[in-house]
């Protein structure tokens, strides 16, 4: 479990990657020290084990799934990476509830500054539309990020100064291709609405039958 708020950037030192899977491998100076092997990471967004540490890097296996879900095909050596390790008992709750399970891959649609802010703009898949909320949750990259605008296929945000600068945003360029995770609470309400409605599918689901339902 993790929270969507980034403590770490880390470096792809190597991708070794073909269609049944593969091994990642990152320099990351000021969290390696901490990790331990069998324990997860989310790496922009995407829960991974650890399976190696080496001084400054460590390494994680990767599923052909992972690859076929996630942008981690397209990362390159010198690629920067958002890094989080999971949420401990006691530690501040800063974000959402975030499972580190890729749901698809959008793409950035806008980078563009408004004053000392950024606005963030990325185009998600039709199937994953029916997750966006306005002023919900959205995982972009594994950070925790509220909707401020969507038009039915680019969802916005309105990015701070502070996560611009410690999060891998800004060597964002259009058409780069990111992670997407949507607010599991949604998931689960979507599961529960389809359950209840014998299975009809949730886009096809209106205000009147949610009313009928006792929503």
Known sequence: MFTGIIEHLGTVESLKANAEGGRLKIHAPSVAKNL???KSIAVNGCCLTVVAVQDEYFSADLSGETLRKTSLGEWKAGTRVNLEQPLTAGKEFGGHFVLGHVDTIGRVAR???EGENWWYGVEVPESFARYIVPQGSITIDGISLTVARWDGRLAEVAVIPFTYQHTNIRDKKIGDAVNLEGDVLGKYVERYLEARSG????????VADLVSQGF
């Open 36 to 38: 331990e092997i069998s």
């Open 111 to 113: 980078l563009s500054p």
């Open 199 to 206: 299975a009809m599918p949730t886009s096809k689901l209106n």
